[in-house]
């Protein structure tokens, strides 16, 4: 956390092309690098600590869940903060008023801090301290003896990763330069998008405890993959309204996976390594699928001009979701308390 805390208000302070030359942008890709290193050493031990918390199987779905609810919140925050700041700043945008909401960033990470070192360690963890199970070398070991769980949950996550790097970032390119819609335009659109996942990730975490995890995500995975070819449509008619409906319908597919996903990962793992295998497996996907996401839709929309093109890019993503995920070992009945492998 204080990796990812400390990285994100450097980047507030990064100086400019004019100042440092080249330097300017290898300093921000290090600290995005740092960030994300952060960032995957953290995931899995939240929502670990969230799920090995309940009490039964009957709701780990949606317990798992809320770690993910975060995502929404903080691109909530986070847009809220440039649109407010779009606003103060006017012409000065790009010269000051963008770095204002890293540097406040750090509040926020005082109370995440605050909050992180308050909680103890799970009831099944503390059963692996005291049999004396923790892995010395727990990366080495779930590659070794779970490999297979590893490669599926990074490849389950694709139909997830590239639209939703589409949908939040390159929204913005497709937005402005092909329907010719405004910055703050766009940004509201995605606060409304995001609100709405306050609602629509806890109810797919629930959905996934009575259905399945594996049927709620690969259901969320096909209609993602389908809904790309509207999504585009509706945004190439530049009517706000129809923009705001396909964001909305966007979020909401992709919610059905970003919600179970929590637990469909976790669950796929022995408890010794359940951190590791979960966090590679999670963040391998953000490597490969997330990341080059907005360059391969660029490199799309420069080379075709289309739009569908984009969503068929979508649409092959998700259809190694649904392969993936289908091959995932379900654990979603699987007792905790009698599990030592």
């Known amino acids: 956390m204080l990796l990812t805390g400390l990285s994100t208000f450097l980047v507030g302070c990064v100086p400019t092309y004019e100042q440092i030359g080249i330097w300017g942008p290898v300093v921000l890709v ?50 809220l903060a440039i649109l407010a700041f779009s606003q103060m700043s006017g012409d000065q945008f790009l010269t000051w008023g963008w770095r204002v909401p890293f540097w406040l960033s750090l509040i926020m990470v005082g109370i995440g801090l605050w909050i992180r070192l ?112 509207a999504y585009f449509a509706m945004l190439d008619t530049a009517m706000p309204g129809l923009i705001i409906l396909a964001t909305l319908i966007a979020f909401a597919f992709h919610d059905l996976m970003w919600g179970p996903l929590a637990a ?38 420069a080379s075709t001009g289309s739009g569908q093109m984009i969503a068929l890019y979508i649409f092959g993503c998700a259809i190694v979701s649904v392969a993936a995920t289908a091959f995932l070992p379900s654990g979603r009945d699987r007792d905790f308390t009698r599990d030592h492998v």
């Open 30 to 79: 290090v600290l995005r690098f740092i960030q994300g290193i952060g960032v995957g050493g953290e995931w899995g031990g939240s929502v670990l600590l969230s799920m090995e918390w309940a009490r039964t199987s009957k709701n780990r779905g949606f317990l798992a869940a809320w770690p993910q609810f975060g995502g929404p919140a903080g691109f909530f925050l986070a847009n």
């Open 118 to 229: 308050g909680i103890l360690e799970t009831p099944i963890f503390q059963r692996v301290i005291a049999e004396e199970r923790v892995a010395r070398a727990p990366v080495v070991e779930v590659l070794k003896r779970q490999p297979k769980e590893v490669m599926l949950t990074a490849l389950a996550r694709m139909g997830q990763m590239a639209p939703v790097y589409v949908y939040n970032a390159f929204v913005f390119t497709y937005g402005m330069k092909v329907v010719g819609a405004s910055r703050d335009f766009l940004l509201i659109v995605l606060l409304i998008g995001s609100f709405f996942s306050f609602f629509t990730i806890p109810f797919s975490g629930y959905l996934s405890d009575r259905l399945g995890r594996q049927h709620v995500y690969i259901f969320g995975a096909a209609a993602t993959g389908l809904f790309a070819f």
């Open 264 to 301: 469909l990962t976790a669950e796929s793992f022995t408890p010794r390594l359940r951190y590791s295998g979960a966090s590679i497996g999670f963040q391998l996907a953000a490597v490969f699928a997330g990341g080059p996401a907005p360059m391969i839709a660029t490199a799309i929309l």
